[in-house]
């Protein structure tokens, strides 16, 4: 995602939800010393790891903090870039974040963002689709998972110059390992459905839809498998100047 973002030295960073810190320390070894990078998420575990991992590789241009990135308190204009990494999803008012987001960068700053297609993951679309027969929308890539929904997303917060760079890929899963990977209860996570809305669902209803997800997989059993998409939007939109 960085590679694409025109990083350079001397720029202020903030990552997004930035998990253990993968993109954040890319972005601080990118911008130097003279740059700076503050990486965000509201899990603490998550962010001493990153912690430690930058003191691992002597950073001092990176900190981590306990935030949310959809209740971010920066002034407007403290950011050249912001990056939101397999994390989007998440947010709970998506195109609210992005009004944030838009309102820290700089003018001319670059959001830049990655989301998978709504085919992506088979255990996933599988799901919704036995789910929706229950009355039941689970939303997973779905707000974000065509490159025009993005587009969309994007324009409506504010941002210009917007570009995408598509990487097609998948891979074949075995239907053993794809039942396994049912996502139809109340305990599995629902991105940006607080609370999952699996939850309305009876015992009864769970088990018919479970059902209907395993017979619906044997439906699309090859000899190689079951092929399940991976295929990523890299996004980037930029804030007027």
Known sequence: MLDHAFLSQGQRVLDLATGTGLVAIDAAQRVGRTGSVIGVDI????????????AALGLTNVDFL???????????????????????????????????W????????????????????????????????????????????????????LTQAGFVDIDFKVEVDGSYLSLERLRGMWLGDSSSPAPGQYPNPVSLLSAEQLAAARADYVQELETLQTDQGIWSDSTIFYTYGRKAL
């Open 102 to 153: 838009h309102r820290v960068l700089k003018p001319g700053g670059l959001l830049g963002f990655h989301a998978f297609a709504e085919t992506a993951f088979i255990a996933g679309v599988v799901a919704q689709r036995v789910l929706e027969r229950q009355g039941i929308s689970v939303l997973l890539n779905k707000p974000t998972g065509t490159v025009e929904k993005c587009h969309r997303l």
């Open 66 to 100: 306990v935030a949310d990135a959809e209740d971010l308190n920066f002034p407007a204009g403290s950011f050249d870039h912001l990056f939101c990494s397999s994390a989007l999803i998440w947010m709970s008012d998506l195109p609210k974040a992005l009004r944030l």
């Open 43 to 54: 899990a603490t575990d998550m962010i001493e790891c990153a912690r430690q991992k930058a």
